[in-house]
């Protein structure tokens, strides 16, 4: 079954829920209640709050509903007679008022009626596998001031196989929770002195600057220059780039010498005040500026988690400023260099959809249409198979976005490729033609992590703990039979790290078997064995994470097996 269909059922599921709710609790005022691309929700209003102890007693109820195998209806009506329908609830009266067009969608099933744009299923037969999840705190129109909410959330599926693999799948997710593993692994950790700013524990920075000399390398070999600009900067700055008015409630703001100031939200505008310094001309262009810029952004505490959400983190931008005519090579240029980027980390699959003009964007429908035509050129040229994400863009341009599929079927959105004709414009940004004539130039921004942060959040769930060789904290852990080895054990150690290798040495009397149950748990990829016969033939024995060994290896080959190992 396609996505659209799958997208119809959940959508269909939400309404069940809605329906369930108001039988059980007639006093609850419904918002709305989306599909997602793991399954629905819907926003209440109780009167009490549920508990994850009602969830069974909905279930059942929607099970009841399920059997009636009520048609689902849709129609349009009028926004007067709208009004009056929902006139008890605040909620959708809003919604009517803010809606375009003289009429709304009125779906039903049964004696329920519920706000909607439509795009459903037949009937509620068709709904038997579906399964609640869990219950959160939201704000209406996620606006902290105003009313709290509370979303249950769940997910359905065609078939019982589906549904079933699903929860299998999401039973495993759980028990390899990034959160759960830098715990184990202490890679991070979050203290109530800061809520959603993670703390990197050395093993976790090694492993953020892993991500980064990688990138930085990719980066220099395809004439990408590395900058860095201020956290803080002026608030008009933000007003002239459009950022305050589309997001000044995720920006956190401050004063300095009693003049208004913002901690960057974004990087784009210091990177083009750097770009200003000075005039330049046509032939420095395209000129790629990268930046691993750390950010910050307010998010509600209600949806931070671990290292997926969070208040401060950091973006591995770039922003090739390029002529029009440089324009669709840039973007087919960036797509393989982000596809390489994946395949390295392991990730094979990819998705990719391009995200077309929202409702608050800034600039004319010419040009969006120009910048999503030459991000559709650029993929279709490329070979690259696409969606269209209608209304998704930013405010300021239409972006490419890269979705990876990790080890249990997870799809993860992370890389961007946004075209800007708007910034430019704001900025004032130019270049000296060959004409001898000012132009202006066209902005590419791109992200290939999106957030180091998260990214690393994504391999430790997608590796379940078990980072490959070459990303791992600590690659091999030398450790001896008995303590008469321990001298031999620091030769080894000492050469490992001449080569450059991460490697650790306990000095310890413990069993063997200790020693190695222990590294396992570390998930350290590699452990070199020492008694005394390799001693004695100055070998080591290898022994990897899932037991498999290999003996009376000279360590000359240890280090040749390790190089093999890198990207």
């Not at 209640?33 to 969830?55: H, K, R």
């Not at 997710?173 to 809520?195: C, I, N």
């Not at 450059?500 to 078997?513: H, M, P, T, V, W």
Request: aromatic share 10%; hydrophobic share 35%.
């Amino acid at each position: 079954m396609n996505d659209k269909e799958l997208e119809k059922l959940r959508h269909s599921a939400a309404h069940l829920l809605a329906q369930a709710v108001k039988e059980l609790y007639p006093t609850t005022l419904l918002t709305i209640g989306p599909a997602t691309s793991e399954g629905f929700f819907y926003d209440f209003l109780p009167e009490v709050n549920f508990s994850i102890e009602d969830l069974p007693k909905i279930e059942k109820k929607m099970q009841e509903i399920v059997q009636k195998n009520l048609p689902l209806t849709h129609r349009q009506i009028s926004k007067k007679e709208a009004l009056k329908i929902f006139s008890d609830n605040k909620f959708k009266q809003e919604l009517i008022e803010n809606l375009p067009g003289d009429t709304v969608g009125l779906s039903e099933q049964g004696d329920f009626q519920d706000l909607c744009k439509g795009g459903h299923i037949e009937s509620t037969g068709q709904l038997k596998y579906v399964k609640l999840l869990a219950i959160s705190g939201a704000y209406w129109r996620a606006d902290k001031t105003k009313d709290a909410l509370q979303r249950i959330s769940g997910t359905a599926f065609f078939t019982e196989k589906e549904l079933k693999d699903y929860l299998k799948r999401k039973e495993e997710a759980a028990q390899y929770d990034h959160r759960k593993l830098g715990k184990e692994l202490d890679l991070f950790s979050f203290h109530l002195e800061g809520p959603g700013f993670p703390f990197f524990h050395p093993k976790g920075k090694i492993i953020l600057n892993l991500l980064i000399n990688y990138l930085r390398n990719l980066q220099q070999e395809h004439g990408y220059k590395e900058i860095e600009t201020p956290l803080i900067l002026s608030d008009q700055l933000w007003r002239q780039s459009g950022h305050y008015q589309h997001y000044k409630n995720n920006m956190y703001f401050l004063a300095i010498d009693d003049a208004p100031y913002a901690l960057k939200p974004m990087n784009c505008p210091g990177a083009f005040l750097f770009y200003n310094e000075k005039p330049h001309s046509y032939r420095e262009l395209p000129l790629r500026l990268a930046e691993f810029g750390k950010v910050h952004r307010h998010e509600l505490s209600g949806v931070l988690h671990g290292l997926m959400r969070v208040r401060a983190f950091t973006i591995d931008d770039a922003h090739l400023i390029c002529t029009i005519n440089q324009l669709e090579e840039e973007i087919q240029k960036t797509i393989h260099l982000t596809l390489k980027a994946y395949k390295d980390f392991g990730f094979e699959s990819v998705k990719i959809g391009l995200s077309t003009k929202p409702e608050n964007a800034m600039g004319s429908d010419e040009e969006w249409q120009k910048a999503e035509q030459a991000l559709a050129n650029a993929l279709t040229n490329s070979g690259m198979d696409f969606v269209i994400q209608e209304g998704e863009g930013a405010f300021y341009g239409p972006k490419i976005e890269f979705k990876i599929l990790d080890s249990m079927g997870r799809e993860w959105q992370t890389g961007t490729i946004q075209v800007d004709f708007f910034l430019p414009e704001r900025f004032d940004l130019t270049y000296i033609a060959s004409s001898g004539q000012k132009e202006r130039p066209v902005v590419v921004h791109r992200a290939i992590y999106g957030s180091l942060e998260r990214f690393l959040g994504i391999l430790l769930e997608h590796y379940k703990g078990k980072l490959p060789f070459w990303l791992a904290p600590v690659q091999i852990k030398v450790m001896t039979i008995t303590d008469d080895q321990n001298e031999y054990a620091e030769s080894i150690l000492k050469k490992l790290k001449d080569h450059g290798l991460r490697a650790d040495f306990e000095k310890n009397s413990d069993q063997i078997s200790a020693k190695i149950k222990a590294a396992q748990l570390e998930k350290i990829p590699w452990m070199l064995v020492v008694g005394a016969k390799e001693q004695e033939n100055n070998t080591v024995t290898l022994r990897y994470m899932d037991g498999k060994q290999e003996f009376g290896l000279l360590l000359d080959q240890v280090l040749v097996k390790a190089k093999n190992q890198s990207i």
